[in-house]
């Protein structure tokens, strides 16, 4: 490696607004201030709140109509049908 090219990496030490403290190093030192972290975030805490996406559908339903329903698939342990065969031209 080349000498006095590469960034210091030092302790930083991250401050969430919820209080949550996490130290660990980087090229940025110091200390750096989060608005949100892990600690509070909705998607890690599990406390996420859903919203009325049935509503969203029925109103797009309500617009758009229903999609067409789609015919039933064939049961997989049913061969197919052939074709019919054709007459050979003479």
Request: proline share 10%; glycine share 8%; net charge positive.
């Amino acid at each position: 490696m080349k000498d006095k090219i590469h960034p210091d990496y030092g302790p930083v030490r991250y401050e969430c607004a919820c209080g949550n403290v996490i130290e660990s190093n980087s090229t940025r030192q110091g200390t750096i201030k989060l608005d949100i972290c892990s600690g509070c975030h909705p998607f890690f805490t599990g406390k996420q709140k859903l919203i009325d996406s049935a509503g969203r559908v029925e109103r797009f339903y309500r617009k758009y109509g229903r999609p067409a329903e789609k015919p039933a698939a064939k049961p997989a342990d049913q061969p197919a049908e052939k074709p019919a065969d054709k007459p050979a031209n003479s």
